[in-house]
T-cell receptor
């Protein structure tokens, strides 16, 4: 079946450090892949997405590349800020016809210290 | 552009009381609609989804129910709340299997 595995958190970094949050997936076919961010007390916001192999999604300095050979979609940012502190969710949308259910990872909490 | 609303933002209810949470989407027609629950410090659990008026699919058997009385309105209900119903409830919409967009959420505390 389809699944998403994210690295356990929390991840604690100093401001301006490099960020990587690992995400691997299991799916049949060619799913679309997403990263969502959730700030405290708020809903999820789409951060970036990629719909086919080798696509790179990017937004607000964050990047992730759809790697089919390693079934991964790791989130990276070159220099984090305190305002990036949030929970990050990796998700996939199966390509199976008639399937509307996203598969979410369990989320990774990021804390950035000034 | 599309906007999704949820209310109330916060709710405190006693065990055994009824529940009604509302979600509405503006700026689109015939969206797919979803209800998720997020327990404290946990991931997202899909509760219900709907691909059209009156069409509801349930993902988890429990004491919650959902209805879609209008194209852009999705309601989550319960006749009798349990302590375990506490959590953060999120509504989302999408076009088919495309990107899901989430509302601001409702924080429910059952005492």
């Amino acid at each position: 079946g389809n699944s998403v595995t994210q690295m356990e958190g929390p991840v604690t970094l100093s401001e301006e450090a490099f960020l990587t949050i690992n995400c691997t997936y299991t799916a049949t076919g060619y799913p679309s892949l997403f990263w969502y961010v959730q700030y405290p007390g708020e809903g999820l916001q789409l951060l970036l997405k990629a719909t086919k192999a080798d696509d790179k999604g990017s937004n607000k300095g964050f990047e992730a590349t759809y790697r089919k050979e390693t079934t991964s979609f790791h989130l990276e940012k070159g220099s984090v800020q305190v305002s990036d502190s949030a929970v990050y969710f990796c998700a996939l949308s199966p390509t199976t016809s008639g399937t509307y259910k996203y598969i979410f990872g369990t989320g990774t909490r990021l804390k950035v210290l000034a | 552009s599309q906007t999704i609303h949820q209310w109330p933002a916060t709710l405190v209810q006693p065990v055994g009381s009824p529940l009604s949470l509302e979600c509405t989407v503006e700026g689109t027609s015939n969206p797919n609609l979803y209800w998720y629950r997020q327990a404290a410090g946990r991931g997202l659990q899909l509760l219900f989804y709907s691909v059209g008026i009156g069409q509801i699919s349930s993902e988890v058997p429990q004491n919650l129910s959902a209805s879609r009385p209008q194209d852009r309105q999705f309601i989550l209900s319960s006749k009798k709340l349990l302590l375990s119903d506490s959590g953060f409830y999120l509504c989302a919409w999408s076009f088919g299997t495309d990107t899901q967009y989430f509302g601001p959420g409702t924080r429910l505390t059952v005492l």
